[in-house]
């Protein structure tokens, strides 16, 4: 998928769930990241 949509009541995904599957989807499609740059509404230890 390119996108994804944030819809925690259907899905039950935090919008931090969201960002990391949207990460580890193109790690493993090959992406060798060095830098991500996001707006502080994705901030949490986790990301």
Do not use: A, Q
């Amino acid at each position: 998928n390119r996108f994804r949509v944030y819809d925690r009541p259907r899905d039950g995904k935090t919008k931090n769930d969201l960002c990391r599957e949207i990460i580890l989807s193109l790690v493993e499609r090959g992406f060798n990241i060095r830098y991500i740059c996001f707006d502080s509404w994705y901030s949490s230890k986790e990301t």
